[in-house]
């Protein structure tokens, strides 16, 4: 099964691709930080400088993705049709 499955994009979601250089991702359940980290870093050819985890009511894992300063989260927004 794929380790990253969708981004987010509300409107938190998009603010923070703008304030914190972060692209929140759906992720599998059973992905590890490095697991995420190195999927993330081969699909899109970028940095990340690190990555938060949480689990929501809905039984989903989403992944908070903070790229590295010089590779900006709008780009990747932009290459996923987010914004």
């Given at each position: 099964?794929?380790v990253?499955?969708?981004?987010?994009?509300?409107?938190?979601?998009?603010?923070?691709?703008?304030?914190r250089?972060?692209?929140?991702y759906?992720?599998?359940?059973?992905?590890?930080?490095?697991?995420i980290?190195?999927?993330?870093?081969?699909t899109?050819?970028?940095k990340?400088?690190?990555?938060?985890?949480?689990?929501?009511?809905?039984?989903?894992?989403?992944?908070?993705?903070?790229?590295?300063?010089?590779?900006?989260?709008?780009?990747?927004?932009?290459?996923?049709?987010?914004?």
């Open positions: 099964m794929a990253l499955q969708y981004p987010i994009a509300t409107e938190k979601a998009l603010n923070m691709v703008e304030t250089n972060t692209i929140i759906i992720v599998n359940l059973s992905a590890d930080k490095k697991t980290t190195d999927e993330f870093e081969k899109f050819n970028v990340v400088d690190y990555v938060n985890t949480l689990i929501s009511p809905e039984n989903q894992k989403k992944a908070y993705i903070r790229l590295k300063p010089e590779y900006p989260a709008s780009d990747i927004a932009k290459k996923l049709k987010l914004v």
